[in-house]
């Protein structure tokens, strides 16, 4: 069959059309035509017998549309004419539908699988997705009605959370030293800062943060004025470097608004927003959870360091916390390459946290949208893992904002992957109004869109051809396994020497920048960037929006994987339903809507979105109905348990999203999971009362392990993990990484030494 085709009311084009191929999805197999049009792959099932056209009980066929960029995966099984059997293409779906289509004629197979490629894989530019002739040709008049553009207006944000040029000095003002996105073309326009900071200051310490992403303001609590602040990695390298005005930056941070009192805090009377929480909220029968105490034991036990001895009550301490979300020996690795964690000796009104968040690469290798519905595939993925840990940092930041009155500095890499993740999920937890529909649309609009979330290369709009694969009868038997190779500890370390010893090596100016990935990550040894072949360069706009599968990761879908945890744990708390999330993870890749194109603000101001598409916002609103939960109570009484201002996840209850895998909770989770509970390498009690997510806290005096009172050498695995650590040390200490961590603290190697350890645990 050729080339069809044909107009309609609806301005249908179908370019590829084969009829009668038979398809096998969800169970059942049914014959179909198969249709390529300019957006979507459709398959239209064959009207039964008895509808004959023209009839009053006629209804068109039911069809299914499937966007290209919702392909996650695609194989063709080619077979020789002879042998009887049906060529097949295999798709797997990032909304976790799978779906076989069988083919008779091995030609016409061939034929469809190349034609699909080039619909998913060679568009070219993002202007060629759907969302540009979505609004034009398709959006119903209900979406168009409603303007999604409009519910995000930053100023008003600021000004919701207390913090407006007319309005009193709460010790924030907001800057407009980005306002033409000269400054840092990731950050927002409008920047947050501490009153007492001039731009002229923080145009000196742009020059120490990675991609000038400065320390700004995310969120002030309404009732103790402390912050959540969020940034990238500071540029440390070897050599130790450091910047006054940074340390100006970060002090003015952890003190706007600040009473005299701040080292002597009362503990907050019962009408405080916070004060039932320490009652009630992180109470299991009575009881603080264990990971929690540690963490909490950890943090206070380095930040009254030196301090003179008194009573302590908890709760009433401020201990102002800098969180690295990476794990210790990566933030030591990138000092490698010139970038790095904070030296404490300089930061010496703070406490730092390392919380062992693993970067995009990892992450990718256990997205579990590769995997097919297989429950102990899914287990030995280690998603749940990930998961978890997200709570558990999001909480602990939660804990130090609204129960230790303390304010916090979030980043990772470069700020934009695992800090949106803390940043959004801890705000969820404070904040009863990012649990509302409007609130959580705000707050993915402030802290993915505007912080500058790279969606467009996390996501992989434009496809790539190396997801489209050729599948010969010999490799049909091949397993797929999750994770791929490289995933051991002791690849992780020998890549980071690798690269920064490649980054010492080379003479070339852009050393640094090749050797350190979008995520400002150390790339392994084998990951390096290889020169671009064809007419193509950097500067050229088709290479820059092309999709690079390495960049690919499921950032976004894991923050609301987590959100699902607390909805499912708080069901009468959030206004929106699991629906809501599960279309909106739908609909970040469908390519629908603008919302989630591009990489940041300017390029979505740039691109003219707001005039060319509509925002995903217009179809949630104008079906407002359909995802609001009708359980939802939103009063707030800190004096009634279950009604508290704040939330604190139960990590011993994290499961498995089923209905995002078309599943049935019986089917994910099951009465006891133990094939999960097996790979985790632990129980679903001993995930709440583990080490948890905390690897290390460090001051300008001390550094300490998160495992330190319990028993981290007593495994099988303890030889080979101190013989990493040892070469890992070693490997460091060639290249001189150690002078620049010393400084004149006391902090003691032998706990550096062991923080370490826990970290390859």
């Not at 049909?476 to 190779?485: D, L, T, V």
Request: with cysteine.
């Amino acid at each position: 069959m050729g080339d069809k085709s044909r107009s309609s009311k609806g301005e249908l084009h179908v370019e590829y059309q084969i009829e009668e191929v038979q398809v096998l999805s969800g169970g059942e197999i049914t014959l179909a035509t198969f249709e390529l049009h300019p957006n979507h792959l459709v398959l239209t099932q064959k009207a039964p017998p008895s509808a004959e056209p023209g009839s009053q009980n006629a209804r068109p066929p039911p069809s299914s549309w499937i966007a290209y960029p919702l392909i996650s995966f695609c194989t063709f099984r080619p077979t020789p004419p002879a042998s009887g059997i049906s060529s097949s293409i295999r798709l797997r779906g990032r909304d976790f539908r799978f779906m076989t289509i069988n083919i008779v004629d091995d030609k016409q197979a061939k034929e469809a699988f190349d034609r699909l490629k080039e619909k998913t894989c060679r568009l070219g530019s993002i202007e060629k997705l759907y969302a540009f002739t979505f609004k034009r040709d398709a959006a119903p008049p209900a979406e168009k009605n409603v303007n999604g553009w409009a519910i995000y207006d930053p100023k008003a944000e600021w000004r919701r959370q207390g913090i407006s040029e007319k309005g009193a000095d709460r010790g924030w003002r907001i800057s407009k030293i980005n306002m033409d996105y000269s400054f840092s073309p990731t950050y927002p326009a409008l920047l947050p800062v501490p009153s007492t900071i001039s731009d002229s200051t923080l145009n000196h310490a742009g020059k120490y943060r990675s991609r000038v992403r400065i320390p700004v303001l995310t969120y002030l609590h309404p009732v103790n004025n402390c912050s959540i602040t969020r940034s990238s990695q500071p540029i440390v390298g070897i050599r130790g470097n450091r910047s006054i005005q940074d340390q100006k930056l970060v002090s003015a941070c952890f003190s706007a608004c600040a009473s005299p009192d701040d080292d002597d805090i009362a503990t907050p009377p019962r009408n405080s927003a916070a004060s039932s929480q320490n009652e009630l909220s992180l109470t299991v029968d009575g009881e603080i959870s264990e990971t929690e105490r540690v963490e909490d034991e950890l943090i206070r036990s380095t930040s009254m360091e030196g301090a003179a001895p008194k009573t302590q009550v908890y709760g009433a301490q401020r201990h102002n916390l800098i969180v690295d979300a990476r794990p210790t020996v990566n933030a030591l690795a990138m000092q490698a390459v010139g970038l790095g964690s904070e030296n404490m000796d300089d930061y010496k009104f703070a406490t730092k946290a390392y919380l062992g968040i693993d970067n995009i690469h990892v992450m990718r290798n256990h997205d579990v949208s590769k995997l097919p519905p297989n429950r102990e595939l899914l287990a030995k993925s280690g998603w749940l893992k990930h998961i978890t840990g997200l709570l558990d940092g999001s909480a602990l930041i939660a804990r130090q904002v609204g129960i230790q009155h303390s304010h916090v500095l979030i980043h990772c890499s470069d700020g934009w992957d695992r800090t949106s993740q803390l940043s959004a999920l801890s705000q969820i937890l404070l904040d009863p109004y990012y649990r509302t529909i409007d609130g959580f649309i705000v707050l993915v609009e402030k802290d993915w869109l505007a912080f500058g979330h790279m969606f467009q290369h996390r996501s992989g709009f434009l496809g790539s051809e190396k997801w489209f694969a050729m599948q010969n009868d010999a490799l049909a038997g091949s397993a797929i396994q999750p994770g791929g190779s490289g995933e051991g500890r002791g690849d992780t370390f020998e890549n980071a020497l690798l690269s920064a010893k490649r980054f010492f090596n080379k003479s070339s100016q852009n050393s640094q920048n090749e050797a350190v990935d979008d995520d400002g990550e150390v790339q392994g040894y084998e990951e390096s960037p290889k020169p671009k072949k064809g007419p193509l360069s950097k500067d050229d706009l088709a290479y820059k929006q092309a999709t690079k599968p390495k960049e690919t990761s499921p950032v976004f879908h894991q923050f609301l994987d987590c959100v699902y945890q607390l909805l499912r744990q708080f069901p009468i708390r959030f206004e929106f339903n699991e629906r809501f999330l599960r279309r909106l993870l739908f609909h970040c890749y469908s390519c629908r809507y603008g919302t989630f194109l591009y990489n940041n603000e300017k390029d979505r101001l740039d691109a003219r979105v707001q005039e060319k598409t509509l925002s995903v916002w217009s179809h949630f609103l104008s079906l407002k109905h359909q995802f609001t939960n009708p359980d939802y109570d939103p009063e707030i009484n800190d004096h009634v348990k279950g009604k508290e201002r704040l939330l604190f996840p139960k990590l011993d209850k994290v499961r498995w999203w089923h209905e995002l895998y078309n599943r049935t909770d019986e089917e994910m989770n099951g009465p006891s999971n133990a094939v999960m509970e097996r790979y985790l390498g632990t129980t679903t009690s001993d995930i709440s009362n583990g080490p948890g997510v905390l690897t290390g806290v460090e001051n300008a005096n001390s550094a300490l392990g998160a495992g330190m009172t319990k028993n981290v050498s007593n495994s099988n695995s303890s030889n080979s993990s101190t013989s990493g650590f040892a070469s890992l040390r070693e490997g460091i200490a060639g290249l001189g990484i150690g002078k620049s961590l010393g400084g004149s603290g006391s902090r003691s190697p032998g706990n550096v030494k062991q923080a370490m350890e826990v970290e390859m645990q």
